[in-house]
């Protein structure tokens, strides 16, 4: 393979991991809370306003709980779990679509006992990411559903 060829395909090594794409940590600065997740930057090119991730988390992991201006949209990639939009969780499963409004606190958990991947369409100039305080996480698990769901004991 030439390096004309990489200037156009990275090939799918079958994992969920593509040539030339390196897997990062999910993060790489601040306390955001979260577990067992990783990042691949699929597309991102100054050309672009938008950038295209793959992130996925092993079984019982989570991304960050956050909120921002930026809007997301996701496509599930690899297997079932939950994701919280607001004040509401729902199961999600392999190519449904989730749209994630500006200003909508989000979180995804690979409840389901194997890895939850998801391909992340994100703007690629956007504000940083809001952590709830601790009167605003204490008022979400007032909610019976969204307690289970933050303490990775949702059953549904
Ligand atoms: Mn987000």
């Not at 989730?98 to 994100?122: D, K, N, S, Y």
């Not at 605003?136 to 990775?152: P, Q, R």
Request: charged share 25%.
């Amino acid at each position: 393979m030439g390096r004309e060829d990489e200037m156009y395909i990275r090939h799918s090594r079958q994992d969920y991991t593509w040539e030339g794409v390196e897997r990062m940590p999910y993060k790489e600065e601040g306390l955001a809370p979260f577990k067992a997740i990783a990042r691949q930057i699929l597309f991102s090119d100054q050309d672009f306003e938008c950038e295209l991730r793959y992130f996925e988390m092993a079984a019982d992991g989570f991304s960050t709980l956050e909120r921002h201006a930026h809007a997301h949209a996701v496509i599930i990639l690899r297997g079932e779990g939950h994701c919280l939009i607001g004040d509401t969780v729902r199961q999600v499963g392999i190519f449904d679509l989730v749209r994630i409004p500006a200003w909508t606190w989000h979180q995804f958990r690979a409840t389901r006992g194997e890895p939850l991947g998801f391909l992340c369409m994100v703007n690629a100039r956007r504000d940083k990411p809001q952590l709830p305080n601790e009167e605003e996480f204490a008022a979400m698990t007032n909610d019976t559903v969204l307690a289970a769901f933050f303490k990775g004991t949702l059953i549904t």
